[in-house]
């Protein structure tokens, strides 16, 4: 690692730790020439997936905008930050371990849906009333019904 000071290419570390929940490590540095300390981070470089839009055009996966679509969707909802956070995680690890470097945005809709919709209701109609774009209003009366006959208890006299 090259001092950013002086250039040079000698450097001993004397602090590591983990950080991002041991996604990333981050490294204080002494360069052996100059005596100046600076930070380094280092982190796994993984595979860019691509997102295939309806349009059939392609973009970079982007956790921040999953991450602002589903903070949209839970807004002013008991839905805590963490567990946003977990859904966004646990999309991207799916999508990092898949074969394929392209997915098409509906799986990720599709996905992001089945999380919201073991958290919060209220949050999963929002998210999927953007993402699905309902045509009329029967159509997301539709869901809506679907949502009650999935939740209504299905024994009777108890």
């Known amino acids: 690692m090259r001092c950013p000071y002086c250039s040079n290419a000698e450097s001993k570390v004397y602090d590591t730790r983990t950080i991002d929940d041991g996604d990333k490590v981050r490294r204080r540095r002494e360069c052996l020439k100059c005596g100046r300390r600076f930070t380094t981070y280092e982190a796994v470089e993984l595979t860019p997936i691509f997102v295939v839009k309806r349009d059939s055009s392609r973009e970079p996966f982007s956790r921040n905008k999953l ?4 903070m949209r969707a839970c807004e002013k909802r008991p839905v805590p930050l963490e567990t946003i956070e977990g ?3 646990s999309i991207q690890i799916t999508l990092q371990s898949s074969a394929d470097h392209e997915v098409k945005a509906s799986v990720i809709g599709e996905m992001a849906m089945s999380a919201l919709k073991q958290v919060d209701e209220v949050s999963y109609v929002r998210f999927a009333s953007v993402y699905r774009q309902f045509k009329d209003i029967n159509s997301f009366i539709d869901e809506l ?6 939740t ?7």
């Open 67 to 70: 991450m602002s679509g589903l």
């Open 87 to 89: 859904i966004v995680k």
């Open 145 to 150: 019904n679907s949502l009650k006959k999935r």
């Open 152 to 158: 209504e208890p299905t024994g009777k006299g108890s």
